[in-house]
């Protein structure tokens, strides 16, 4: 998780802020809309020049390579990857990275990122070739030992780029969507009395509650990436975080079966446990999967 | 998902090297089968001279078998079909839900067992060709 | 492959059967190349020995089971391979009727040839 670098940082902050009240002084305070291109120059120099004094004091350093595409600017219509030097300090995540790189020398850098500390689920990257956390990957662990020499930012494959690092959810969102996830039980207890869970069903679905919707396994699965119909692995969880939630009565399990059955359901999972593998939470979601295939099938038998 | 452009290598199968155990176990079953169901086919084409008289099916068989390349084929043909045994248990075991934290180590031993039975194989499979 | 039966879903039902014919052919196929390979050589296999070896009931009705689940797991697997691989619409109305076609006639066809070579006549 990003840990909040101490003494780097600290000045980063300082000097971004310092940056933002210069504009925002000339913006409001002198009636001007926007700094003039002077002004643009300068900051510039001057935030280069401190990105370059801070190379050059540093210790160690690690190249970031970026990809850079946006469909909006013409220079950046053709996707290509961008070289920022970066001070290496201890602890560092590679969200911290991105984020020196963006204050210091390139502030059209574009990633999502909010908590910082693996909760949000915002900045699922796809970083030396596989789908991380930003914010939950130490630099230094990218590296067999020591720190990288260069660290491979994209974004997530298999989605659609809508500006560098930035894509789009929307798709992922809707596969979430239609497993219904939520409780939608009619027969709760009256009253103040509580809808009580076992302590064993609440370690069954314990690992399932994790999901923080980062979009990691979605875009490591490739049936899903060749199979928009898919539900996907982050999907299918959650149809099991509630399926298996003894909580929920069995018309709604049922109902919910029902969904995660169709030929575009569990079926299409082929085990390849990509998702499992790069899940930031740790979620058996291979297990999950092939647990709910195992409850369909028993769940048809009955009938016949 | 569609692609405003391509991004090329940066998806798919030009990223076979960072490729992990169980992407890799999925890729060798489904080639596997493949040449499997195609053997299966040619498999019985070939046994159905058997209804062009027994003669005819003792010859095809016969002479089939004297080519050194069938041999080798059969070799071949061997260590697809244990690979795709082997996976298959595993990939049993996996619907069962047992093991699934050692599945890539259960892949590896399928395809070192693999190995290992079919180099143990050869003398009695080239017997009589070379 | 996917006849309708009342409530039997059929995708969770082909997925089934996927893994009981694998399960059966894990054995057999084992077997098979046994028998064929290290007890009798393939190189010295004639239409006797195949006789002889079909007119046992039990080896008989192995290999015809044998056969078949093969195909059913063969065909069957090769549609998954397709339908993973996102197709849909008429391609995937002509790849699954092909493949029944493919299915039903290999079938025929060993039913037909393990006859002959037991000499059973009908």
Not at chain 1, 10 to 17: K, P
Not at chain 1, 98 to 107: E, I, K, P, V
Not at chain 2, 57 to 68: H, K, R, W
Request: aromatic letters at 10%; charged letters at 20%.
């Amino acid at each position: 998780m990003s840990t909040g670098i101490t003494k780097p940082e600290e000045e980063e902050e300082t000097e971004s802020q310092a940056v933002g009240a210069a504009r925002a002084a000339g913006e409001s305070a002198y009636g001007q809309a926007r700094m003039d291109e002077s002004e643009i120059d300068a900051a510039n120099e001057a935030s280069q020049r401190r990105a370059r004094r801070a190379v050059e004091d540093a210790d160690r350093t690690v190249e970031l390579k970026v990809f850079r595409y946006d469909p909006e600017v013409p220079e950046k219509e053709e996707p290509r990857f961008d070289s920022f030097t970066v001070p290496f300090a201890k602890g560092m995540t590679v969200l911290d990275a991105l984020m020196w790189a963006r204050d210091h020398y390139d502030s059209s850098l574009t990633f999502r990122h909010s908590c910082r500390q693996a909760v949000c689920g915002s900045d699922a990257l796809f970083v030396d070739g596989k789908q991380r956390l930003g914010c939950k990957t130490q630099v230094a662990d990218l590296a067999d030992e020591g720190i990288p020499g260069e660290v491979r930012i994209e974004p997530l494959p298999h989605a659609e780029v809508v500006k560098d690092l930035v894509v789009d959810m929307e798709h992922f969102y809707d596969q979430m969507e239609s497993v219904e996830p939520y409780f939608q039980d009619e027969d709760t207890p009256d009253g103040l009395n509580e809808q009580r869970q076992s302590r064993e069903n609440r370690e069954k679905i314990k690992m399932s509650t994790r999901c923080i919707w980062c979009g990691a396994c979605m875009s490591s699965c490739n049936i899903a990436a060749g199979n928009n119909e898919y539900l996907g692995p982050a999907a299918i969880n959650k149809a099991y975080r509630f399926a298996m939630d003894e909580r929920e009565g069995e018309d709604l399990t049922e109902h919910r079966l029902n969904i995660i059955e169709q030929e575009h359901g569990v079926w299409r999972c082929q085990t390849q446990f990509s998702c499992t593998e790069v899940c930031p939470k740790d979620i058996p979601l291979t297990e999950h999967i092939q647990a709910l295939k195992r409850e369909a099938v028993k769940k048809n038998l009955k009938f016949w | 998902m569609s692609q405003s452009y391509d991004r090329g290598l940066v998806e798919d199968f030009g990223r076979w090297t960072e490729f992990s155990a169980g992407m890799w176990a999925w890729i060798f079953h489904k080639f596997t089968g493949w040449v499997l169901v195609g053997y299966l086919f040619t498999h019985i084409a070939v046994l159905s001279t058997a209804m062009s008289g027994p003669e005819v099916y003792t010859s095809t068989l016969q002479g089939l078998e004297s080519l050194l390349i069938v041999r080798f084929l059969e070799v071949g043909l061997l260590a697809v079909a244990v690979f795709h045994i082997l996976n298959g248990v595993r990939l049993l075991l996996v619907d069962l839900g047992i093991g699934l934290e050692s599945q890539d180590r259960s892949f590896y031993a399928s395809l070192i067992l693999t190995g290992a039975i079919v180099v143990a194989s050869v003398p009695t499979f080239l017997a009589g060709a070379v | 492959m996917s006849q309708r039966y009342s409530s039997f879903e059929p995708k969770g039902t082909r997925w089934l059967l996927q893994r009981l014919t694998a399960a059966f052919l894990v054995v057999v196929l084992a077997f098979h190349f046994m028998l064929l390979h290290f007890v009798n050589h393939a190189a010295d296999v004639t239409f006797a020995g195949t006789q002889m070896r079909m007119q046992t009931a039990g080896y008989f009705v192995t290999m015809v089971a044998f056969g078949l689940t093969a195909t059913f797991h063969g065909v069957n697997g090769v549609y998954n391979a397709l339908v993973n691989q996102g197709i849909d619409g008429t391609a995937k109305a002509v790849v699954k009727y092909g493949l029944v076609l493919a299915g039903l006639l290999l079938a025929v066809q060993i039913v037909r040839l393990s006859l002959v070579m037991a000499g059973i006549s009908l």
